[in-house]
C-alpha cells in the first residue's frame, strides 16, 4: 500500500474518532459502573433499541463466557429494558434519544465508549441478537482464547455472522423472556456463502446465507455482510469503520491467512429470525434508520409478509462449535 | 539412591508455581527457585513468603530473563550451582518452569531414573538435520551475533543480521564444540552438569554463548556432548511448540491426554486450568513403570501447525482466503464437466450416474437457473438455484459446491449457451475433468425448428463462445484434466471415448461399458452443416463431418442404440 493511501486512511481513522469524541454528547448516563472495571477484565459493547425480551438469556450467555461488564447503548427503548439493565450489578448503562442512522447505526456511540473505557482490555462488540461462538467455547472460557491470542501476539478476531432460522414460519413459536433462542431458531445455511476482499481496507467481504438466499435474489450485491471482527484488544487509537465488519487501522482486518494456511475464528450465531422480527421490521421500516435505506428491513417485510420459511432442505441444524468447524464455517486454526 | 533437585524459572502465575513446588516438596525434592527479575519486588516477597514453611525451598538471585537471550543460561547456571552445592545428596537436577505440570509422582520419576543410571535427558540435535527453527536462523543462530533484542526491537534486530549476511560477518565457533540444539527442559546428573559448570573453558564458551541467538535452546544442548557418557536425547517434559515457536498450551480438555500420554511433566499449563493441577497435583495414585509415550498428544498439536500452515484444500472462509496459486488446491476435490455429451445423447445424464455412481447435474451455468441434479431448487449446503446468485460471484459458487459435497463425485454439463465466467477457473484447477465434444452444440440448432438465418446467427455466436473457451483449456495456464474430441472424431468412436472418461471417475476399468447412452439421429447433420457453410458461416469446430447424401424418400432404418460386445 502506497504512502499516500495509508496517510489517507490514517485522516479517515482520525475523522472516526472525532466524530466518536463529539458524538458523546448523545449519551446520557443511567447507571456507571464502569470504577468496577479491573486491568485484565474482558469487556462487551452493545447497542439496543427495544431488546428487553432477549435480555436476561443475552446477560446469562455472556457472563458465563466469562465477560467482566457489560456497557450499553440504550437507543430510546420504550420496553422496560433499559431499567432492568440498570438494576444489574455488571453492566453500565447510557441513553440516548438522537438518531441511530446520524451517529453512523450506533457505531459512533460505541467507538466512544470504546475510546473511554475499552483502552488495553479484550472487548466483545455484539448486537442483543448475537451469540458468540469460538473453538473450545464448550470447555474453554473466553479468557482462555484471550490469553491464546495475547500470547500470539494477535489482537483480532474473527467471528463470521451466521443466520439462524427455525423450521417452518418463523412467527409460528413464540419467543419467551430468558429462553434460549437457539432452541427456536436452530437451523442454517453451511455452504452457500461468497467471500470478495475489500481492497481499501483488507478485510473479507462475506455475503450469503437465508437473507441472499431468500431476500436478494434480485440484487445480491446488496445481501448484507456477514464478515465481522467482535473481539479485539483494543486501543484507544482504533476505531470501527462499518458495524463490526470492518476496523482501522486496517491491519486488525487481517483475520485471514492468505498463505493457504487457517487462523483461528469463531461465529456470531445470529438469532434475528424469531417472531420478535415481524413487528420489529415494521416498526424499523418506519424509522427509516438503517443501513441502506433500510434495504434490508424492507425485504424482510416484503418477504415475511406470508410468512416465508427460511427452511429448507439442505438446511443444517446446529450442534456445536465442532460441527461449524468441520463444515469449514469456523476454525481452530493453530489452537489445539 | 536417586534423588532429584528441582530448578524452577519463574515468571508468571506465581501461586501455580507455589502449588507445584509442593507437590516437589511432598516427593522430597529439594527446589531451587529462580523468579524473573521483571516480577515485582512486593509480588516476589509475597511469593517468597508463602513457601517460607518448606525448608528445602532456596531462592538464587534474580536475573532478567528475556525471552532469547542469555540471561535465562544465567540464572539457569547460577541455580543448578547453588543445587549441587549445597544438596550434596542430590543425583540429578530437573530443569522445571513455573508452568510446567508434573503429571506422574515423584516416586515414579525416581524409579524410572534409577533404572537408567548416568543417562542425560536433555533433547540435542544438530541444526544441519532438523527443521526446527522458525524465521530462518538455524545455523546462523551460532555464526552471528545478536544484540538486540527480538521482542523489542524487531528492526533493529532484523537489519543487524541482514547486515551480518551482507557483509558475510561469521563469529568463530570455540573449538571443541559442535553446535546442537533442542528444548530448553532437561533432567541431567550431577557428574554431567557438574562437569559443565565446572568447565576450565567456561568463560570461553560463556562468552560465546552471550551472544548466540536463543542460548537457552543450545547451551546445555551442546556442552552436553563434551561430558555426557550417555545422551539420551529426548526431555522428559513434554513441550509442544507451534509454528511461532511458541509452546502450545494445556486446558481442562486436555486431562485425558495428558493423563494417558504418560510423560512425567507437562508444559505449558493455562494457569486458570483448574482441573488439570487439582487432578495431578492432588492424587497420590498408583506407581507405574509406563514409559512416556506422548504420540496421541504430538499428532494433535501437529495437526494443529498444520491447519494453520497448510489449511483444508479447497475451502475458503472467514480465516482462509488464499492468494492466488496459494491455494493447495483451488477446489476440494475432484469434479467433472462434460461439454457436448447431453447434446449429443438423449439420456445422457441418467447414464453417467448409473455408469459412475456420481451425483450428475444438468447445466449448473444456464442463464435461467442452476440445473441441479433432480430439478431441486436448492443443493447442498443450501446454494440457490438463482441465476442472479450464482453469477454474483460464480467462482465461489463451484468452489462451494464442491466444498459441500465432499465424498460425492459431482459432474455436471457445461456449453457455450452457459455463463462463461467460470471458464478460466476451471480450466486452471487440477481437481477439473473436462471433457469436451466440440461442436456438438450444433445438435440441438440442427433439431430445431427455428428460421435458417437465425441458426446460422446462433451458430456463429456460440462457435465464437466455444473457440474461446477452448483456448484457455488448450493454453498453457490450464492445469485441468482435459480431453477434447471434435463431433466427427468423437461420433467414429463413441464407446472408446465414453469408456476412458468413465474408467477416470470411477478409478477402475474392470469392466467395459455394457450400456450406451443413445445417441440422437444425425442424418442430415452433415447437410446441416453444409448449410451454414453455403450461408458464409463455417462451422469448424465439428472437425471433417460427412456430408450426407443428398436427402432422399427412401425409407430409412432407425438407429439401433450402440451395444458394446
Known amino acids: ?336 | 539412591m536417586t534423588r532429584v533437585g528441582v530448578v524452577m524459572l519463574v515468571h508468571t502465575a506465581l501461586h501455580r508455581a507455589e502449588q507445584v513446588i509442593r507437590h516437589w516438596v511432598a516427593g522430597d525434592c529439594p527446589v531451587l527457585v529462580h523468579v524473573d527479575a521483571n516480577v515485582k519486588s512486593e509480588e516476589f516477597d509475597r511469593f517468597k513468603s508463602s513457601v517460607s514453611d518448606l525448608p528445602t525451598v532456596q531462592f538464587s538471585p534474580r536475573h532478567r530473563c528475556e525471552w532469547g537471550t542469555w540471561g535465562i543460561v544465567a540464572a539457569t547456571q547460577e541455580a543448578s550451582e547453588i543445587m549441587l552445592r549445597d544438596n550434596p545428596d542430590v543425583t540429578h537436577v530437573y530443569l522445571a518452569s513455573g508452568s510446567c505440570l508434573p503429571l506422574r509422582s515423584v516416586d515414579e520419576l525416581h524409579d524410572y531414573l534409577a533404572g537408567r543410571p548416568r543417562v542425560d535427558f536433555i533433547e540435542s540435535a544438530t541444526t544441519a538435520d532438523v527443521p526446527w527453527t522458525v524465521g530462518g536462523l538455524d545455523e546462523e543462530r551460532f555464526t552471528m551475533r545478536f544484540p538486540f533484542s527480538w521482542k523489542k526491537n524487531r528492526r533493529l534486530f532484523d537489519g543487524y543480521v541482514s547486515l551480518q549476511r551482507k557483509l558475510k560477518l561469521r563469529r568463530k565457533i570455540p573449538e571443541g564444540i559442535v553446535p546442537h540444539m533442542g528444548s530448553q527442559w532437561w533432567c541431567l546428573t550431577r557428574q554431567t552438569l557438574s562437569a559443565i559448570l565446572q568447565d576450565p573453558d567456561r568463560a570461553t564458551y560463556d562468552r560465546y554463548f552471550k551472544r548466540v541467538w536463543i542460548p537457552d535452546e543450545s547451551y546445555f544442548q551442546t556442552l552436553v556432548r563434551l561430558y555426557s557418557p550417555k545422551v539420551e536425547s529426548r526431555s522428559l517434559t513434554l513441550s509442544k511448540f507451534d509454528f511461532q515457536g511458541k509452546p502450545h498450551i494445556f486446558y481442562d480438555d486436555h486431562l485425558q491426554l495428558l493423563r494417558r500420554s504418560d510423560c512425567f511433566v507437562a508444559r505449558k499449563i493455562w494457569p486458570h486450568a483448574n482441573r488439570l493441577y487439582d487432578t495431578f497435583l492432588g492424587k497420590s495414585g498408583t506407581i507405574k513403570a509406563a514409559e512416556p509415550n506422548p504420540g496421541k498428544i504430538d499428532r494433535i498439536f501437529a495437526r494443529a501447525v498444520d491447519r494453520r500452515t497448510r489449511g483444508r484444500p479447497g475451502l475458503y472462509m472467514q480465516s482462509r482466503f488464499p492468494n492466488e496459486d496459494w491455494e493447495n488446491g483451488v477446489t476440494c476435490a475432484p469434479y467433472s464437466i462434460f461439454e457436448g455429451f447431453s447434446e449429443l445423447f438423449e439420456d445422457f445424464d441418467e447414464w453417467l450416474s448409473k455408469a459412475t455412481g456420481a451425483r450428475v447435474h444438468g447445466h449448473l451455468f444456464a442463464p435461467e437457473r442452476a440445473e441441479f441434479a433432480g430439478g431441486q431448487s436448492t443443493f447442498v449446503g443450501a446454494l440457490s438455484d438463482c441465476a442472479a446468485l450464482r453469477d454474483y460471484n460464480s467462482r465461489s459458487f463451484i468452489r462451494s459446491l464442491v466444498w459441500n459435497t465432499r465424498g460425492e463425485r459431482q459432474c455436471f454439463q457445461f456449453g457455450p449457451h452457459d455463463n462463461q465466467t467460470i471458464s478460466w477457473d476451471i480450466a486452471k484447477d487440477p481437481n477439473a475433468q473436462i471433457s469436451v465434444i466440440s461442436g456438438a452444440w450444433a445438435v440441438p440448432l440442427y433439431q430445431s425448428n427455428r428460421n435458417f438465418a437465425d441458426l446460422r446467427d446462433e451458430a456463429a455466436r456460440l462457435q465464437k463462445i466455444e473457440a474461446e473457451h477452448l483456448d484457455a483449456l488448450r493454453s498453457i495456464y490450464s492445469k485441468a484434466r482435459i480431453r477434447i474430441w471434435t463431433l466427427a472424431e468423437f461420433i467414429e468412436s463413441p464407446m472408446e471415448a465414453l469408456q476412458t472418461v468413465v474408467d477416470e471417475i470411477t478409478g477402475k476399468s474392470v469392466r467395459g461399458l455394457t450400456e450406451a447412452p443413445r445417441m440422437v439421429d444425425l442424418a442430415g447433420f452433415g447437410q446441416f452443416l453444409q448449410n451454414l457453410k453455403n450461408q458464409g458461416m463455417h462451422p469448424y469446430l465439428m472437425g471433417d463431418f460427412p456430408v450426407d447424401p443428398v436427402p432422399t424418400n427412401e425409407q430409412r432404418n432407425t438407429r439401433k442404440p450402440y451395444l458394446v460386445r
Request: glycine content about 6%.
Open chain 1, 1 to 336: 500500500m502506497g504512502l499516500w493511501r495509508s496517510y489517507r486512511l490514517r485522516i479517515q481513522r482520525r475523522r472516526w474518532l472525532v466524530r466518536a469524541v463529539r458524538k458523546r454528547r448523545d449519551l446520557k448516563v443511567v447507571a456507571d459502573r464502569t470504577s468496577q472495571i479491573r486491568g485484565r477484565d474482558i469487556l462487551l459493547v452493545a447497542t439496543m433499541r427495544n431488546e428487553d425480551v432477549r435480555l436476561p438469556f443475552f446477560l446469562k450467555y455472556y457472563r458465563d463466557l466469562g465477560v467482566n461488564h457489560f456497557l450499553i447503548i440504550d437507543n430510546d427503548s420504550d420496553d422496560g429494558g433499559r431499567e432492568y439493565l440498570a438494576d444489574q450489578p455488571d453492566v453500565s448503562v447510557w441513553r440516548t434519544g438522537k438518531s441511530y442512522k446520524r451517529s453512523r447505526f450506533g457505531i459512533d456511540w460505541v467507538n466512544w465508549l470504546l475510546m473511554r473505557y475499552a483502552h488495553g482490555h479484550w472487548v466483545l462488540t455484539v448486537d442483543p441478537d448475537e451469540l458468540f461462538v469460538y473453538p473450545f467455547c464448550d470447555t474453554r472460557p473466553l479468557r482462555a482464547l484471550t490469553d491464546w491470542l495475547d500470547a500470539s501476539s494477535i489482537k483480532s478476531f474473527s467471528a463470521m455472522l451466521l443466520d439462524m432460522y427455525p423450521k417452518g414460519p418463523i412467527s409460528a413459536i413464540p419467543y419467551r423472556r430468558g429462553d434460549d433462542p437457539l432452541e427456536i431458531a436452530n437451523w442454517f445455511d453451511s455452504g452457500n456463502y461468497t467471500i470478495q476482499r475489500n481492497p481499501a481496507f483488507g478485510n473479507l467481504w462475506i455475503q450469503g446465507g437465508p437473507r441472499a438466499r431468500e431476500f436478494f435474489q434480485d440484487n445480491p450485491e446488496r445481501s448484507p455482510a456477514l464478515n465481522k471482527v467482535p473481539l479485539v484488544k483494543w486501543n484507544r487509537r482504533y476505531a470501527y469503520v462499518s458495524s463490526t465488519h470492518m476496523l482501522l487501522p486496517r491491519g486488525l482486518n487481517l483475520v485471514y491467512d492468505e498463505w493457504g494456511g487457517e487462523k483461528a475464528s469463531g461465529i456470531l450465531l445470529h438469532t434475528k429470525f424469531l417472531d420478535t422480527l415481524t413487528v420489529k421490521a415494521h416498526e424499523e421500516l418506519l424509522r427509516k434508520q438503517h443501513y441502506a435505506a433500510s434495504h434490508e428491513y424492507k425485504a424482510y417485510v416484503a418477504g415475511l409478509q406470508d410468512d416465508t420459511d427460511l427452511w429448507c432442505k439442505w438446511s443444517e441444524k446446529y450442534i456445536n462449535w465442532r460441527q461449524l468447524e468441520i463444515l469449514g464455517l469456523m476454525s481452530k486454526g493453530n489452537w489445539a
